[in-house]
């Protein structure tokens, strides 16, 4: 019986990511900017997966935050830039105070057409599959602090006019992250921008193999095999690739995807571990236990109780 529930929430709003991660109050809908030292206390300690609606620019001066992704976990080192874009399965961790900005927008507002025939040229860093964190020097990140802080203080000045100075400031600032994207990217030997569009396509076709896949969910788990096949890679082929870009094997990626998975249903919902590990299309639920401890060290009930105490300890 083909599954219908959502167990990756998706915020449509905004306002309902600053609400469900308790960062502070969102002032729209459609444009918010704040220093993400600025955050409230009360943050949560442990954001599991989700999907937001909207693009979002986190800009960290600082190290200090581990994005966990399905098939990646990337932290954030001092004068990086992550990137999210709408319907993208993503979850963090602060591990100590960070200094940057969160920059949160939605397409209408920046007058960006996803679907648009520019929007691979344009947006480069906001493509699916595309590398998570941009890491730039000293002085890029000056300049890009510059922008984020004049585009804060407009935020704040009251003026009844500020979001039509704000618009064009954004404008800058994409255009100031594409250049630096783009001067990364032409630092790569072509060896390695093959590897990272094959990252690109195996990313994709992970993705379709999630619980809440934006398309019709693939009816099995993925394994090495399938994944090759649909990339018409042999899986020692693709495996060599993927480490060979990645440190880890296309397995490993494959794992930790499933393994978010667990951790967001054993998180968001009530449903049974033996669920979970149907709705996760192992053949019983022993087998899910024990990859789960393999994995984590931990049961998932174990990891249940964890989680949800996390969630509610404030800083």
């Excluded at 905004?14 to 444009?31: H, L, M, Q, V």
């Excluded at 990337?74 to 992550?82: E, L, M, Q, R």
């Excluded at 699916?128 to 602090?145: F, H, K, P, T, Y």
């Amino acid at each position: 019986m083909p599954n219908t529930k959502v167990y990756i929430p998706w915020l449509d709003k905004i306002s309902d990511f600053y609400d469900t991660f308790r960062i502070g109050k969102a002032e729209n809908n459609f444009f918010t900017i704040m220093r993400m030292e600025d955050q409230s206390k009360d943050k949560l300690l442990f954001m599991p997966l989700f999907r937001g609606n909207f693009f979002r620019l986190v800009i960290c001066k600082t190290p200090g935050l581990r994005f966990l992704l399905p098939d990646e976990t990337v932290s954030t080192s001092s004068n990086s830039i992550y990137f999210a874009y709408p319907g993208k399965i993503e979850s963090w961790q602060p591990v100590e105070t960070i200094y940057g900005y969160l920059i949160c927008f939605t397409p209408e507002f920046a007058e960006i057409d996803p679907l648009g025939p520019r929007f691979e040229k344009d947006f480069p860093f906001f493509m699916n599959g595309a590398n998570s964190i941009l890491r730039v020097s000293q002085e890029d990140m000056d300049a890009v602090g510059r922008i984020a802080e004049t585009l804060l203080s407009e935020m704040k000045s009251g003026h009844a006019d500020n979001f039509e100075m704000i618009q064009p400031l954004l404008r800058v600032l994409l255009i100031s992250v594409r250049r630096l994207y783009y001067k990364d990217k032409e630092a790569k030997t072509d060896f390695q921008l093959k590897q990272a569009s094959l990252m690109i396509r195996f990313r994709k076709v992970l993705d379709s193999y999630s619980i809440d896949a934006p398309s019709k969910r693939k009816e099995h788990k993925p394994t090495v095999k399938n994944i090759a096949d649909e990339l018409h890679l042999t899986p020692s082929h693709l495996n060599f690739l993927v480490k060979k870009y990645t440190g880890h094997t296309a397995l490993h990626h494959i794992h930790e995807q499933i393994l978010l998975e667990a951790k967001s249903l054993l998180t968001h919902t009530n449903l049974q571990v033996s669920e979970i590990a149907d709705l996760l299309q192992f053949n019983e639920a022993p087998y899910f236990n024990r990859f789960f401890k393999k994995m984590t060290g931990i049961t998932p009930t174990a990891y249940r109780d964890d989680a949800l105490q996390l969630m509610r300890r404030p800083l």
